[in-house]
């Protein structure tokens, strides 16, 4: 009895894969953070050696008051939190209406423009990022300065284009499906509104979709370059990842890199970390793997 | 007075015809039972009823007021559907609640009326619990408390009980009545479970591929069903069928013959049976004795026995290869293999003809129309 017990009992050894999966996964953050607080010379020269990991040498903030120097660092992290945030919601928003539009209510043409909406999950970004600039340069906005033409070097211009997805749309439908269509049939007989049923029934139990298409979106608006990079020459609009640009001059200053990197992967880090139990929770129940 | 009518109501998904011309009158405060086998409509025109799904043609009213287009909010109805639907972010106070809240019931009436409801079905210990914190009797009974919350006109039940276990089926459905005698409302419930049709209903309707085979109180449908399928369906165990040939008719029975038993009279209306026909004795399992003091007798081999303690099923099979099944008493000891005879009363026949109607039966129990 007591061997068939003790193969019962789960072996700790079973854990040595995941924590050298997590290693791999670990050190480059790791080395990137402690190259943040050392002197260029002795990150390079620290790279030789396991010292690269540990919080040993000449270790300050240095490379941080450079980085804020010689870049307006703040104004970029602004800039990209306020228009991935701002993304996001209306992502979240429009997508997941559309996506209830497309399950639970019934019209002509539904199903065609739900598989055209999805074959356009194939094409990236790079293909139509020039069409796409050609017409947002020609579009009307008004602001502050009442009409004017063109989006180019605003806010707008890098997030309305990107305000929904089809992923997104997918990912809310594939959850919506699975929802039991009861809870609408009482929710109608109750007297609920479509908008009503939207709001009140289905967004509340769509919690665990809703991080995950969070998480997915936020991601690929913070990490966006290309479309940043054509539509904003000045440095009022535009993100993190073109101010990557201001440290790659003739003479790189490693420690500022990675300390700019450091600055700039806080956000995402904190962002997945409030979300990571629903979106582990989205990723089981949808059988979307990633 | 809630009545509901159906005037030749028709519903077609695509090509497939599902409800063939209904035409039925629900009287104020009755509670109609529709019954049938899987796939035969019931809870499509259930449905059709509660505004879920369109009608293709035919008129539904409701308090004589014709409900085709109206939206299932307007049409004073509530439904109980069999996987509950309560909202699961939602506590009991709240899904009972909902409907109320959002057709903008003030604050004092709603919790007044959510606190009646779950006085009436004693759950006010439940109110501030989440569904998953619930059991499954308590979760049908939310169900309840959402439907009799807002005072509708008609309670539509669908398959309301299939999701509990077997004791607590038995006292929900107990619930059920006694919540339609306090209530006096229009009730509309659809089950495949005929015991509890039996149970429940003041008349029930039974369906068989889209179309009313029956309409009837229990008894009646028990008594004296019209058909061979009404027959078959209601019952438990199902009534025997046996192939017999008529020699005779008059006006006091139809004689007829069998391989398996002697000729016999049975006490049906003489109809259009004449001589030669090909007609199907009905007869119940319970109506079965295991003795030889019946009008007819029937032997056979004892191929299932099953000893309930008060009384014994059996299932036997004569020499002519005819299968046949009885309820007798519980004392008696019957083997398997053994041959045995048992026997019937002629009142107790049913005779269906060659189209599968019934042909009148001249003697049925005073209780049919009590």
């Given at each position: ?7 019962l009992?789960?072996?700790r050894?079973?854990?040595l894969?995941?924590v050298?999966v997590?290693i791999?996964?670990?050190?480059p953050?790791?080395?990137?953070i402690m ?9 390079l020269?620290?790279?030789n050696s ?6 040993v040498?000449?270790?300050?903030l240095d490379n941080y008051?450079?980085a804020?120097?010689r870049?307006?660092v703040g ?9 991935t945030?701002?993304?996001?919601v209306?992502a979240?928003f429009?997508?997941s209406?559309?996506a209830f ?5 019934q019209w002509?043409g ?10 356009t999950l ?7 990022a020039v069409p796409?600039?050609?017409l947002?340069n020609?579009l009307?906005?008004?602001?502050l300065?009442?009409?004017t033409f063109g989006?180019?070097n605003s806010y707008q211009?890098?997030i309305?284009p990107f305000s929904?997805d089809?992923l997104?749309?997918f990912l809310?439908?594939q959850?919506?499906?699975d929802?039991p ?7 109608r ?5 479509w908008?009503?049923?939207y709001?009140k029934?289905i967004m509340?139990?769509?919690g ?5 298409a969070?998480?997915l979106k936020f991601?690929a608006?913070?990490?966006q370059?290309l479309w940043?990079l054509?539509?904003?020459?000045a440095?009022q609009?535009r993100?993190?990842?073109i101010?990557?640009?201001?440290f ?5 200053a490693?420690?500022?890199v ?12 904190i962002?997945?970390?409030v979300?990571?139990?629903a979106?582990?929770?989205s990723?089981?129940s949808?059988?979307i793997?990633g | 007075m ?8 028709h519903?077609s998904?695509g090509a ?5 011309g209904?035409d039925?009158?629900?009287a104020h ?5 529709f019954?049938g086998?899987s796939?035969?409509?019931k809870?499509t025109?259930?449905r059709m009823i509660a ?8 008129e539904?009213?409701i ?7 109206l939206p299932?909010k307007d049409?004073?109805i509530a439904?109980?559907f069999q ?11 709240q899904n ?6 959002i057709?903008?019931?003030p604050?004092a009436e709603?919790?007044?009326?959510v606190?009646?409801a ?6 006010e ?5 989440k569904?998953?914190q619930?059991?499954?009797g308590?979760r049908q ?8 919350v807002r005072?509708p006109?008609?309670?539509l039940?669908d398959?309301?009980?299939s999701?509990l276990d077997a ?5 929900t459905?107990a619930e059920?009545?006694k ?9 509309i419930y659809v089950t ?6 039996m149970?429940l209903?003041d008349k029930?309707?039974v369906?068989?591929?889209?179309k009313i085979r029956?309409v009837g ?6 008594h004296?069903?019209?058909n061979?399928?009404?027959a ?6 199902k009534m025997?069928f046996m192939?017999?040939e008529?020699?005779?008719s008059?006006?006091?029975g139809v004689?007829?013959k069998s391989a ?10 003489k ?12 007869i119940r399992?319970?109506n079965?004795?295991?003795d030889?003091?019946?009008?007819l007798?029937?032997?056979g081999?004892?191929?299932?026995v099953?000893h ?6 059996v299932e036997?099979?004569?020499k002519s290869g005819?299968?046949?099944t ?5 004392e008696?000891?019957?083997?398997l293999?053994q041959?045995m005879a ?5 009142n107790?026949?049913h ?15 005073e209780?049919?129309?009590?």
């Open positions: 009895m007591s061997t068939s017990t003790s193969s009992r789960p072996s050894w079973r854990y894969p995941l050298l997590a791999v996964f670990i050190f953050l790791e080395f990137m190259s943040s607080l050392k002197p260029s010379q002795q990150l020269s620290d790279t396991f010292r690269a990991f540990l919080p040498g000449s270790i300050s008051y450079a804020f120097a870049a307006p104004l970029f992290l602004f800039n990209s939190v306020f228009i945030a701002t993304t996001v209306l979240l429009l997508c209406i559309s539009s497309f399950v639970f209510l002509r539904r199903d065609t423009i739900l598989t055209i909406l999805l074959t194939v094409i990236p970004i790079e293909i139509i796409l600039l050609l947002v020609q009307p906005w008004v602001g300065h009442g009409l989006w180019l211009v890098q309305i929904a089809a997104s749309v809310f439908v959850y919506f499906k929802l269509k009861e809870l609408i049939e009482a929710a007989i109750e007297g609920a509104s908008w009503q049923i709001y029934v509340p139990l769509a665990p979709v809703t991080a995950t969070a998480i991601l608006m913070y990490n370059f940043p054509m539509v904003t020459q440095e609009y993100p993190v990842m101010g990557l640009q201001y790659f001059q003739l003479n790189i490693w420690g500022e990675m300390a700019y990197l450091t600055l700039i992967t806080v956000p995402v880090l962002f997945y970390l979300l990571q139990r979106f582990i929770a990723i089981a949808t059988g793997k | 809630a009545n509901v009518q159906l005037r030749d109501v519903k998904f497939t015809h599902i409800i063939k209904i039925l009158e629900i405060g009755e509670f109609v039972v019954v086998p796939g035969c409509g809870s025109l259930l505004g879920l799904e369109d009608i293709t043609s035919g539904i009213s308090k004589d007021r014709v409900v085709n287009d299932p049409r004073g439904m109980v996987s509950y639907a309560l909202f699961p972010h939602m506590t009991v106070r009972v609640g909902f409907g109320l809240k057709n903008n019931t604050p709603l919790e007044s009326r606190n009646e779950a006085r009436i079905l004693k759950m210990n439940l109110l501030d619990r569904p998953s619930l059991s499954g308590q009974r939310v169900a309840i408390g959402r439907a009799i005072n006109e008609v309670f039940f398959e309301p009980l999701n004791a607590l089926r038995v006292n459905r059920i009545a919540l339609h005698n306090d209530l006096g409302a229009t009730m495949h479970d005929q015991v509890e049709a149970t209903a029930i309707v369906l068989e591929a889209g029956q109180s229990p008894l009646e449908l028990y004296k069903p019209n061979l399928f009404v078959g369906f209601i019952g438990s165990p025997n192939e017999v008529a020699v005779s008059s006006a006091s004689i007829i398996d038993f002697t000729e016999q009279r049975i006490p049906v209306a109809g259009n049976v004449k001589a030669g026909d090909k007609l199907t004795l009905g399992p319970e079965m004795r295991a030889t003091k019946g009008d007798k029937i032997s081999k004892m191929e299932l099953e309930l303690g008060h009384e014994t099923f036997a099979k004569t005819v299968s046949f009885g309820l007798i008493d519980g008696t000891l019957v083997k293999g041959d048992l026997s019937f009363k002629a107790d026949c005779l269906f003809d060659a189209a599968g109607e019934a042909v009148h039966r001249l003697k049925v129990p209780i049919v129309h009590a």
